[in-house]
T-cell receptor, first 111, second 112 residues
Framework: DGGITQSPKYLFRKEGQNVTLSCEQN?????MYWYRQDPGQGLRLIYYSQIVNDFQKGDIAEGYSVSREKKESFPLTVTSAQKNPTAFYLC??????????FGQGTRLTVV | AQSVTQLDSQVPVFEEAPVELRCNYSSSVSVYLFWYVQYPNQGLQLLLK??????LVKGINGFEAEFNKSQTSFHLRKPSVHISDTAEYFC??????????FGTGTRLTVIP
């Protein structure tokens, strides 16, 4: 089936550790996105990529990094510089000029 | 700058009653508009979209929305809600820049 796969579904991180969230799509979409969701704040854009080997910072990129080496994959690394990483992270992809399709999300908790 | 505003953070409604979830947008360029639904601990699912053409858009699960350019609104409606409609609903806008901007969400609670 076509879709977007995020893994893992739940992730626990110790303070000071980097963690990487996986996002894979088999929809052949050019654009991919990472959003962070906190209660009562909607979705905030972290990074987006419109083409392989190119990506742009969103509204809250500090403390995060991404790569886009393959069209299908857009992993997000939450670095130790991110002071409040506990949140629900959503990956999405889209063809041009239309809606985004979302994965099922990864819930990251700092312990 | 582009933005969308969802005017109600929570909407309780009795089962089988009609509901309207309000969304206003602000954009200096042509904008595409969407409504998404999110169930707990899941991703977002597209309910409906307005790209161009007819201003009345019908979506899944019996929902519809009307694009009103003069009032810069894109309100979501359903004539009769079910318990299963309890969820978080997000209005979103997009421009040619391949970048969606989201409202803060409206939590719809259907009361038996």
């Amino acid at each position: 089936d076509g879709g977007i796969t995020q893994s893992p579904k739940y992730l626990f991180r110790k303070e000071g550790q980097n963690v990487t969230l996986s996002c894979e799509q088999n929809l052949n979409h050019d654009a991919m996105y990472w959003y962070r969701q906190d209660p009562g704040q909607g979705l905030r854009l972290i990074y987006y990529s419109q083409i392989v080997n190119d990506f742009q910072k969103g509204d809250i990129a500090e403390g995060y990094s991404v790569s886009r080496e393959k069209k299908e994959s857009f992993p997000l690394t939450v670095t130790s510089a991110q002071k409040n990483p506990t949140a629900f992270y959503l990956c999405a992809s889209s063809p041009r000029y239309t809606e985004a399709f979302f994965g099922q999300g990864t819930r990251l908790t700092v312990v | 700058a582009q933005s969308v505003t969802q005017l109600d953070s929570q909407v309780p409604v009795f089962e089988e009653a009609p509901v309207e979830l309000r969304c206003n947008y602000s954009s200096s360029v042509s904008v595409y508009l969407f409504w998404y639904v999110q169930y707990p601990n899941q991703g977002l699912q597209l309910l409906l979209k307005y790209l161009s053409g007819s201003t009345l858009v019908k979506g899944i699960n019996g929902f519809e929305a009307e694009f009103n350019k003069s009032q810069t609104s894109f309100h979501l409606r359903k004539p009769s809600v079910h318990i299963s409609d309890t969820a978080e609903y997000f209005c979103a806008g997009g421009t040619g820049a391949n970048n969606l901007f989201f409202g803060t969400g409206t939590r719809l609670t259907v009361i038996p």
